[in-house]
Every structure is written in C-alpha cells, then in structure tokens.
C-alpha cells in the first residue's frame, strides 16, 4: 500500500512539472505522465538526462544574448559574418528560424522579451542598453528591427527606433508581408525571407 501510494506521489508529481511548460494544459500533463510511466527506463533517463545536460551547458552570448554553448556564441566570433549590420529580435527562437532562411549574414541582438507595461516590463528590463552599447563599440550601419507584429512588438521596435534616428543610424523593419499577430516562430520560412527582403526603411 506504502509502494501504491508513493507511486501516485510521483505521478502527481510530474503531472504537476509538465503543467508548468508552456501550451500545456492539465489534460496534456496527464497524458504525457501516463506515457512516460510505459516508457522504457532508457528513455525516461535520456529525456532526464537532455534536460539537465541543457542547464548545464547552455549561457546567454555576453555580446547577443542568444543562448550559445561558448561565449561569445558562434555567430559573434565568426570572421565571416558582416558586422555592420544587426537584427534585432526578442527570442531566442527567432535567432534560429531567420538562420534557417540562410538569407542574413549580419549579426543579432536577443532583447529578451518586449516592452510591456500591462506586464510591468519596461526597456530596462530587456538587453536594450546593452544593444546600444554593441551599436556603437561595433560601428553598426543599418539596424533590422525584427520583433513581431505585435502591440508590444510594435512598440519595443519604436522605442529602439527612436534612439537610432536621433544618432543617424539606418533602421528598416520587416516588410508586413507577416499578418498581426504571427510571430516570427511561426512564419514559415519563405515569408520570412521576403520579409526580411523586403524590409522597410523606417525615417
Ligand atoms: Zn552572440
């Protein structure tokens, strides 16, 4: 009875872990609990094991902010990227998608996350300092302002933007082929390429 109950104590337990990841609900964590009690040992232990290997391994870029293996990442210390331009995105994740698309051989900045109010997140609160900073110590000619299409997207974009005109520094934005609310994650990789084509200096 001890055995049964310490049993459902963990089940509990990871339904409970899982409940915390983002896009999953009660349901989903249940499921996903009952799935990983039917698992082999092997697999359980290698999911574990990646998750823990990722704490250990993976820091932000002192110079982006994206998360990298080495400081600074890959990206900053390569000799063959252009480093008089720099887009600049929110995640992490996005860093990942506009790569894919192979058309962008700048830089990046990760501000990690938007400017917004109702969430009591203001411009200190993201890698915004830092990022003019790099402007500056990198002699940076033309600035992609990539947030999403979003409110606070837009509006963490403007702020930037407003910094940059006053110190005479190109700045385009994507082109709006992404409708509102899309978030670059989830634009498939040919809008993203004519997005960033097709961006849009801003005065
Ligand atoms: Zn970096």
């Known amino acids: 009875m001890a055995n049964h109950q310490s049993t459902s104590k963990s089940i509990t337990n990871l339904i409970e872990q899982f409940s915390k990841l983002p896009g999953i609900g009660p349901k989903s964590a249940q499921r996903l609990t009952y799935y990983m009690v039917k698992a082999s040992k092997e697999q359980a232990f290698d999911l574990s094991h990646a998750i823990s290997e990722l704490k250990e391994k993976i820091l932000s870029c002192s110079e982006c902010f994206n998360i990298t293996e080495q400081s600074p990442c890959e990206i900053c210390s390569s000799s063959s990227r252009d480093t008089s331009i720099i ?16 058309v962008f051989n700048g830089l990046y900045h990760v501000l990690n996350g938007v400017i917004s ?25 033309e ?17 930037i933007n407003n910094f940059l005109s006053e110190k005479k520094i190109k700045t385009s934005v994507l082109a709006r082929g992404l409708p509102i609310g899309s978030d670059l994650e ?9 997005a960033l084509e097709g961006r849009k200096l801003l005065d």
């Open 186 to 194: 989830y634009t498939d990789d040919l809008t993203l390429v004519k």
């Open 87 to 102: 887009c600049v995105v929110e995640q992490p994740i996005d860093v990942i998608h506009i790569e894919r698309t192979g």
């Open 143 to 159: 600035v992609i302002l990539a947030t999403n299409p979003s409110m606070e997207g837009e509006v963490t974009s403007m702020y």
């Open 117 to 141: 109010p109702i969430n009591g997140i203001g411009p200190e609160n993201l890698k915004i300092t830092e990022f003019f900073q790099r402007i500056f110590s990198l002699q940076i000619k």
